[in-house]
């Protein structure tokens, strides 16, 4: 793919062929375990369910909006928040047509693809001829289906009957116009938050005190028809990305901006949860760059579906966006330079971050069996900060109201300060390995004792050691475990 092709993952993974089969499995098993606790305890349901499901859609349950939320957060604050040379928008989905004209999006965003004409199922020709012959075939349309032709079966129907292949656009596509008798007009749900923050570069230098260098973030959703079927939330045709454009001067070291912004990008999936070993840097070959393009790495993560692929990525994008921008829509997107009285285009460096993969990293980095007194636990080690309930109480029994009512007063004062759920079902060992699965930092339980001695029982999730706190020292000691 011509301009964005560079940063299209690969669900293929890196080198499938040196797992071993048992390496496979258990790895298989693992995105099982997510994938059904994810539906059990409300982080993640396919979408439309009832109505037979809607392939690459998911629907965020209770606990997955929280996390998604706090992983929002988190990035808000490092990213923007921390520092005094990044600022926010927040910009729409469908922009002006003629953005993805001036972005490359509307000649060059594609996919190769070929349908069977056996059994109609369609496939990415780029995927199966690399499979057969190890060969990137990137763009050349009838060498893939010679090859195709030549030596490749359906995988679904194993037959030999292909299309031609052709390039379809990943852009969703919709009309605008109400007004009855005026022509409807093609736009499109953006592809990217990207095009939404270069078109408000001259709006943000006017109406702010930022100065070069100095970034652009937003957060928001993205839309690609993909056709391949994306292991859970990884690739889905909705999807929400947290971006930033960050201009430099043309002349800087740009060099060193970029290995920085590399750390912090390890750093930030490190903050999810991701181990470091389970990291690594993905460089995209000289003659795959785009021609603006000096340098693009992916920061890949090692997921259990065949191994290392994209999770962020960071792209120098030269001027390439700016001038583009500036010669369709006739606009000057230019900075006049405050020192030297110059104006000029900045360069950009674009650090991207997905963040359902974010949440899938999160997810799958947490998750924990741990055998307890010859019985199994799963829980969900979330970094504390990310943890959808911070805090759980529990009255030791529910039918003795004295401690049920002491234990929702907890309860009130404490979700002053936290995220807190209460739970008075089953026995307590039961809360407790539910509270495990959502991946609750700390439970609090309230028994007899404590109508005496105003303590409570305060269970630590990973080490689960319990001590005794005094019920007026709660918020204190959560207000530091938490920080
Ligand atoms: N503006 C640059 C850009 O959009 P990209 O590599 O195409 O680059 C950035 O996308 C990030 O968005 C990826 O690193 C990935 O985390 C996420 N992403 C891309 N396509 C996705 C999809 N179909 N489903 C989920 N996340 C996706």
């Known amino acids: 793919m011509a301009i964005i092709s560079a940063f299209q993952a690969d669900d293929r993974g890196s080198n499938p062929r040196t797992r071993s089969i048992m390496q496979k499995e258990k790895e298989q098993d693992l995105m099982q375990k997510v994938i059904s606790l994810c539906k059990r305890r409300g982080f993640v349901f396919p979408a439309s369910e009832i109505y037979g499901g809607f392939a690459n859609s998911y629907t965020y349950g209770p606990y997955g909006v929280t996390l998604k939320n706090n992983i929002k957060k988190l990035w808000w604050k490092k990213f923007v928040e921390d520092r005094e040379d990044i600022v926010g928008i927040d910009g729409p989905i469908i922009l002006h047509p003629?953005?993805?004209?001036?972005?490359?999006?509307?000649?060059?965003?594609?996919?190769?693809?070929?349908?069977?004409?056996?059994?109609?199922?369609?496939?990415?020709?780029?995927?199966?001829v690399e499979d057969a012959t190890g060969k990137d075939m990137e763009g050349k349309l009838s060498e893939m289906k010679n090859i195709l032709d030549e030596k490749v079966d359906c995988p679904n129907c194993k037959k030999r009957d292909w299309t031609d292949v052709r390039n379809f656009n990943l852009?969703?596509?919709?009309?605008?116009?109400?007004?009855?008798?005026?022509?409807?007009?093609?736009?499109?749900?953006?592809?990217?938050?990207?095009?939404?923050?270069?078109?408000e570069f001259k709006n943000v230098v006017d109406s702010t005190r930022v100065k070069i260098p100095f970034g652009i973030a937003q957060i928001?959703?993205?839309?690609?028809?993909?056709?391949?079927?994306?292991?859970?939330?990884?690739?889905l045709r909705e999807f929400e990305q947290m971006e930033i454009e960050y201009f430099i001067k043309p002349d800087a070291d740009w060099e060193t901006l970029f290995e920085k912004w590399?750390?912090?990008?390890?750093?930030?999936?490190?903050?999810?949860?991701?181990?470091?070993?389970?990291?690594?840097?993905?460089?995209?070959?000289?003659?795959?760059?785009?021609?603006?393009?000096?340098?693009?790495?992916?920061?890949?993560?090692?997921?259990?579906?065949?191994?290392?692929?994209?999770?962020?990525?960071?792209?120098?994008?030269?001027d390439f966006d700016l001038t583009q921008h500036a010669k369709f829509s006739g606009e000057k997107l230019e900075y006049l330079d405050p020192e030297t009285n110059t104006k000029y285009t900045p360069h950009v460096l674009e650090p991207t971050f997905g963040l359902d993969r974010s949440i899938l990293a999160s997810l799958l980095s947490a998750y924990a069996e741990e055998e307890v007194n010859g019985e199994m636990r799963t829980v969900?080690?979330?970094?504390?900060?990310?943890?959808?309930?911070?805090?759980a109480v529990f009255p030791l029994l529910k039918n003795k109201p004295e401690l049920v009512q002491k234990a929702r007063e907890i309860f009130l004062e404490?979700?002053?300060?936290?995220?807190?759920?209460?739970?008075?079902?089953?026995?307590?060992?039961?809360?407790?390995?539910?509270?495990?699965?959502?991946?609750?930092?700390?439970?609090?339980?309230?028994?007899?004792?404590?109508?005496?001695?105003s303590?409570?029982?305060?269970?630590?999730?990973?080490?689960?050691?319990?001590?005794?706190?005094?019920?007026?020292?709660?918020?204190?000691?959560?207000?530091?475990?938490?920080?």
């Open 171 to 199: 852009m969703f596509a919709t009309k605008t116009n109400a007004v009855a008798g005026e022509e409807e007009q093609i736009a499109y749900l953006r592809p990217e938050t990207a095009g939404a923050i270069f078109i």
């Open 455 to 483: 303590s409570v029982t305060v269970r630590d999730r990973d080490s689960m050691k319990q001590e005794r706190i005094k019920i007026s020292e709660l918020t204190e000691y959560f207000k530091k475990s938490l920080k």
């Open 220 to 235: 928001g959703k993205a839309f690609r028809n993909e056709i391949v079927a994306g292991n859970f939330i990884f690739r």
């Open 98 to 128: 003629r953005v993805w004209e001036a972005s490359g999006h509307i000649g060059g965003f594609n996919d190769a693809l070929v349908d069977c004409k056996k059994c109609n199922k369609r496939f990415r020709a780029d995927h199966l």
């Open 262 to 318: 590399l750390s912090l990008q390890e750093e930030f999936a490190m903050e999810l949860g991701a181990k470091k070993e389970k990291l690594r840097r993905l460089e995209h070959p000289r003659e795959k760059l785009s021609h603006y393009s000096r340098k693009t790495v992916d920061i890949e993560f090692d997921y259990p579906f065949g191994g290392f692929k994209e999770l962020f990525g960071l792209a120098h994008r030269g």
């Open 380 to 391: 969900m080690k979330f970094p504390k900060k990310i943890a959808p309930v911070q805090v």
């Open 414 to 453: 404490l979700k002053k300060d936290f995220v807190c759920e209460f739970d008075d079902n089953g026995n307590v060992g039961k809360r407790y390995r539910r509270q495990d699965e959502i991946g609750t930092p700390y439970c609090v339980t309230l028994d007899f004792e404590s109508l005496e001695d």
